[in-house]
């Protein structure tokens, strides 16, 4: 139950904080929490996104995602430690750009 509690404080703090702001900043793009998602579930600690392409097509193209993990926590004996990591897949950005990645 506190697990349940701590994402909704963390949702409620985001939302107003961060994801808000993104929306107003760039109106093109969706932004959204999606607490059903399954991926990424065992790998980052709690926060989670992904960024997704729309091609001329319509279709939906995963480019980049992140989120956080305890690595450095479990290196230092910390748990104060924080640490957010992302990548973008650079070559998918390329070919989406480029039209190939129909």
Partial sequence: MNKL????????????????????????????F???????????RDLCFHIYLLSPSGKSYQIADGGSVNWTALLLSSA????????????RLCLEKQGLGE
């Fill in 5 to 32: 509690i701590e994402r909704i404080e963390r949702e409620t703090g985001l939302e107003p904080n961060l994801l808000n702001p993104l929306q107003k900043d760039f109106p093109e793009v969706l932004c959204k």
């Fill in 34 to 44: 999606k607490p059903e998602r399954e991926s990424g579930r065992e790998y980052y």
């Fill in 80 to 91: 104060k430690e924080r640490l957010l990591i992302s990548g973008i897949s650079s070559e």
